[in-house]
């Protein structure tokens, strides 16, 4: 897979600027920019992290900038102790109001995505190691479900241009700030046209 990288300057609440790859592949930890054309309620540009993807079966991704109002603690049922107050994001529409966990932690519980140095799942692991000091409540990003596509369909949609396949720097991903309504999706595009003209 061939990537080229591009710089995104900076505005708002994310880093003054990051690097954005230009990615040929479409795999678990992908990142996914939604096109021109795609005008999904949820996906007019957004920005995605793939989680899931693999011959024959779905593929799913959550939205990394869709920030709600709402801490995972308000919106869960259950005592989440330290990570109470972490902002919950909305990841898609799909998902039967499922919580995602995204970090840079490799737990008990969890699984790797990719060769991002990223992971998903392992609360309870998660849990104690806020407790214990050795990780902070930042480190864990909480999403209210998912986007989802049978198996297949993502490819087939990267193909027509309604995604673009890119990697973004992990902080960047797990931010977790207020940012202005689709600010890191118009930072990636500047970013990308800007590199087209040269």
Known sequence: MRRRRVAAGGVGGLQ???????????????????????????TFKAVALVYEHG?????????????????????STGDLGPLSNNRLFRGGDDGGEAAIMIHPHDIMGSRPLGDTGLFVGGFVTALDLVEENKAKPGDFKFFFNHL????GALQEQV?????????????VLLETKRM???????????????????
């Open 16 to 42: 003054a600027s990051f690097e954005v790859e230009l990615d040929r592949g479409l795999e678990i930890g992908s990142v996914l920019v939604a096109g021109a054309d795609n005008y999904g309620s949820m």
């Open 55 to 75: 011959e024959g079966g779905p593929s799913r991704a959550v939205c990394v900038d869709k920030g709600l109002d709402f801490t995972i603690g308000e919106m």
């Open 148 to 151: 989802s596509w049978p198996a």
């Open 159 to 171: 193909g027509k241009g309604l995604w673009k396949v890119v990697r973004l720097p992990n902080d």
């Open 180 to 198: 202005r309504d689709m600010e890191l999706w118009g930072r990636i595009e500047f970013a990308l046209q800007k590199k087209a003209e040269q």
